[in-house]
């Protein structure tokens, strides 16, 4: 079992930042991977960012990339996604899951391929 608690979530205006936090906790994280969805009101889930906890490879909606930056710190079982230059548009309940094993690029982008799920974090980004 794993289990994910996200934090860091809030109120910003648009061109502000925000930090979002995951910790994990629960299970060897070795061979396992840790990404970022979001989901909107009326909207469906959608995948944001994902990193392997082993070799810290990095994979991003194309939208997001240069504004957001997943990283983790493995001494914290922390998984960390920066959000810079947030727009309205970015405003959701963003979750925090994990993948058990190694997959490829394409697997780690759909969410039902994801084992553990945080609770979320709301992050609302006024105009």
């Known amino acids: 079992q794993v289990q994910l608690v996200e934090s860091g979530g809030g109120l910003v205006q648009a061109g502000g930042s925000l930090r979002l936090s995951c910790v994990a906790s629960?299970?060897?994280?070795?061979?396992?991977?840790m990404g970022w969805f979001r989901q909107a009101p009326g909207k469906e889930r959608e995948f944001v960012a994902a990193?392997?906890?082993?070799?810290?490879?990095?994979y991003y909606v194309a939208s997001m990339k240069g504004r957001f930056t997943i990283s983790r710190d493995s001494t914290k079982n922390t998984v960390f996604l920066q959000m810079n230059s947030l727009k309205p548009e970015d405003t959701a309940v963003y979750y925090c899951?994990?993948?058990?094993?190694?997959?490829?690029?394409?697997?780690?982008?759909?969410?039902?391929?994801?084992?553990?799920w945080g609770q979320g974090t709301q992050v609302t980004v006024s105009s």
């Open positions: 899951a994990a993948a058990v094993g190694s997959h490829s690029a394409s697997y780690y982008g759909t969410g039902g391929n994801y084992d553990y």
């Open positions: 990193i392997n906890w082993s070799d810290e490879n990095t």
């Open positions: 629960g299970r060897s994280f070795s061979r396992i991977a």
